[in-house]
């Protein structure tokens, strides 16, 4: 099964993370299909990037996004959530 999810990066107490397809049986921050995009709890504006036309795709092939990215792809309004 393949799921879109964050991997975290960044350094102590301050996290970036890496919005990623990946095999469910992958490490969080392991090896990935593919990378979507970003997300910055940091910062104020700009917290987070998608490629949405890529994000459909994995979406449409079955591809299930965990519970934080859906959300943010709830904010950046792509459909098939």
């Known amino acids: 099964m393949v799921k879109i999810r964050l991997a ?3 350094a102590k107490k301050a996290p970036f993370y890496r919005i990623v397809v990946a095999d469910v049986r992958s490490r969080r921050d392991g090896r ?3 990378r979507l995009g970003s ?4 910062v104020q504006e700009n917290r987070f990037s998608i490629d949405a036309e ?3 795709y994995w979406l449409s ?3 299930k ?3 934080r ?6 904010l950046a ?3 098939g959530v």
Do not use: C, H, Q, W
Request: glycine share 10%.
């Open 65 to 67: 996004p965990t519970d």
């Open 39 to 42: 997300y910055n709890p940091m």
């Open 8 to 10: 975290r990066g960044g």
């Open 54 to 56: 890529r994000a459909k």
């Open 32 to 34: 990935f299909i593919e």
């Open 61 to 63: 092939v079955g591809a």
């Open 69 to 74: 990215v859906r959300k943010l792809m709830k």
């Open 77 to 79: 309004s792509i459909e």
